[in-house]
Structure formats: structure tokens, C-alpha cells
């Protein structure tokens, strides 16, 4: 199979390195000369990739095509492309829905949406799908685990947690510049951080069946240090001000 993407920026590299480190089987992955300097990387560091000379060249040689420009250009480039029945199209942009595609895309190929993060990369992380797709199941699995939406309107729920990412990083950002200040080594500090994170979510994880709450409480002792912090946050409406940003972020996909 020829997996071609249109734009390889951070989410296209992120999913290629994750493909290119799996077990997937493809024959070539054909990429755009834009961005210049990744796609240069990538044809280094791995075999079989190919960069071709336009985006239309990209579509002409692959099966399965990624869609992994930005809504801007997506409006302006798509709609003159020209684009195979036969073939399976994966579009990462977050605010231009099926509907938009099918009209810009005009043939009857396979579209499906799809929300991998970077982590891919390392090939872990959740990928929401929709339209439900075995094959794309399939092969998101080796990279992820794949998530089948049935409804794209479902599916817009987890396009705004995944705009969550940046402030997630943020928080560890703030804490460990404040370990900094307090006179701690920068790389102990993100050390300690990144991996106490880790720890965190791991146990997080292991205990998903029940619900979250306990693990509030359970970290919790009475008038202990967390039992503050918590009080403190909640106090200021942090967690207010999520429910907040999930909200407009959503208002804005729904647009
Ligand atoms: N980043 C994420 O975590 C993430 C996750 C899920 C979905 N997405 C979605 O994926 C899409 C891409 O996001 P991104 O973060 O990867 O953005 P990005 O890093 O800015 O990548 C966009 C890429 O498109 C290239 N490009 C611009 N004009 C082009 C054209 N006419 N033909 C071909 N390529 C062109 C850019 O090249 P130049 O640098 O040369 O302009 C760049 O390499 C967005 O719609 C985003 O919503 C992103």
C-alpha cells in the first residue's frame, strides 16, 4: 500500500515516524516538499519515502491519502485536486467537517476524520475515527488505539479535548519554572515534573474503570497538602474555567 500525505508538518511527521517504527506494511509513503525541512528529515532518517514534486503527484501514487494541512489551506488547495474513487482519504483538519470534504473532494472515495496527537510518534495515544473504518481501524491500532465514532457530531467532543494539549504542557511549564526559581536545576526540575506526570496518569489509567473521583479523593488527606491545593483551585474556579475553554473551543468547531 502507497500512503501519501499532503502536508507534513507536526501531525503528518508524527504519524509517519510512528508508521515508519510499527509493523504496518507499505510499500512508499510519499510526502510533501512542504515542509521543506522536515520532509528532508524524514526522507533521511527513514527508507521509503518519496517526495514528490506537487500535491496532485502525491494523489496520483497512493492508495490512501492524509489530508494534514491546515483548515486555511485546506479551503484553498482541495477543491482543486483531483482525487481517486478507488481511493481511501484520512483528513486530521480539525474544522472543515465530512460534509465541506465531500463537496470539496467531488469523487466517491472513502473519507474518514481521524484526531491522532504527536505522542503517535511513539505510537501511543487515543485516535478517534468517524466515519467507523475497519482497515483505518486496523492500521491506526498498530500506531494507537483507534476510537470508532459514529456520529461526526459525537466526534466534535474530542476534537476540543484534543485542543487541551498545549494547556496540559503549560501546567507542567509553570511548575517546574517555579521549582527553577526555587533554585532547583532546570533538567532535575522537568525530570521530577515529567515524570511524576507520568506516574500520575499511569495510575490513572490502571484505575479508568472507576471513576475519577475516587482518585481525587484518595490522594487526598484530611487537611493535608492536597486537600489545600485542591480547595485553593477550585476555590479560584480553575477548573470553572476549563469546562469554560472546553465550551468555546467546541463552540468554535461547531461553527
Ligand atoms: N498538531 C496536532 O497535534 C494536530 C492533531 C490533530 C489534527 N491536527 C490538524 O492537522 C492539520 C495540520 O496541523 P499541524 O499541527 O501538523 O500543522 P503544521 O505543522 O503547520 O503543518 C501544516 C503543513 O502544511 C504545509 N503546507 C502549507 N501549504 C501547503 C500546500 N499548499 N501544500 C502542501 N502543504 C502545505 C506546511 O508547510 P510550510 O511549513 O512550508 O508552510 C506544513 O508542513 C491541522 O488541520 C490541524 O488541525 C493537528
Redesign the pocket.
Known sequence: MKLGF???????S?VIIGICNSKIRYEQIII?R???K?SKKLNKRFKKILIAKN?QEIINKSNWVFL????K??E??IKDLKFKANQTIIS????INLRQLKKMIKVKSKIVRA????PISLKKGPVPICPPNKKVKKFFDQIGSTIEIRNEKLSINFWAI?GM?ASYYEILKVISNWLVKKGIKRLDAQKYITSLFLALSEDAVVNSKKELKFLVKDSQTPKGLNEQGLNEMSNKNVYKSLINTLNSIHKRLNK
Open positions: 499532503i502536508g507534513t508538518g507536526k501531525i503528518a508524527s510533501s512542504r515542509n521543506k522536515i500535491n494534514s494541512v491546515t483548515p489551506v485546506g484553498k488547495i486530521f483538519i480539525s474544522t484526531i491522532p496527537l504527536p484534543s494539549m
